[in-house]
């Protein structure tokens, strides 16, 4: 079993449902999801000129091998209508693998630990409130510290709390 962290988010229509909807479908299609973090509303980092995004941290146990669980979350995504019209666009899901156990994967498919994880708050917050001790397997720091060094500056606000 890998336990794999992820982040969802979405910034089009009702916001809450879709990520709702895509722990639903990731529980469905992946595996067993161990916790969920707060939800958190940011404004859009990157491409700025688009609605916030609200996100959750999501720590999921699975046995699906990484590029077969990457593809899923694909898949996921492509079921629930997000299109990749313009990159770092307004999207109605966004399922991004964080962390994967330790490991360093970089294929065609996927990248983990995930690139620019180090460098986004709104990432490291909602995934320092389910894993704060998970750690960086290239920066060997843990999220925590990730999180109390990251220089993106971007609020980042706890909208809504977990059941």
């Known amino acids: 079993m890998h336990t794999a962290y992820l982040l969802t988010g979405s910034n089009l229509g009702d916001r ?4 709702h909807q895509a722990s639903y479908l990731i529980q469905q299609h992946c595996g067993t999801i161990q916790a969920a973090s707060s939800f958190y509303q940011t404004a859009a980092w990157g491409l700025t000129d688009q609605p916030d995004f609200y996100n959750q941290a999501l720590a999921l146990q699975t046995s699906l091998q990484p590029e077969l669980l990457m ?6 995504e492509l079921a629930m209508g997000r299109k990749r019209e313009i990159k770092m666009g307004p999207r ?3 399922i991004d693998i964080l962390l994967l156990d330790e490991e360093v994967i970089n294929t065609g498919l996927l990248t983990v630990p995930h690139p620019f994880l180090a460098e986004r708050r709104f990432a490291l917050l909602p995934l320092a409130e389910i894993a704060p001790v998970a750690i960086h397997p290239v920066l060997h720091k843990t ?8 220089p993106d500056t971007l609020s980042v606000n706890k909208i809504y709390e977990k059941k």
């Open 16 to 19: 809450f449902s879709y990520l």
């Open 92 to 94: 109605i899901i966004d």
């Open 71 to 76: 593809q899923t979350l694909l898949n996921i």
């Open 143 to 150: 999220v925590l510290q990730l999180l109390n060094n990251c």
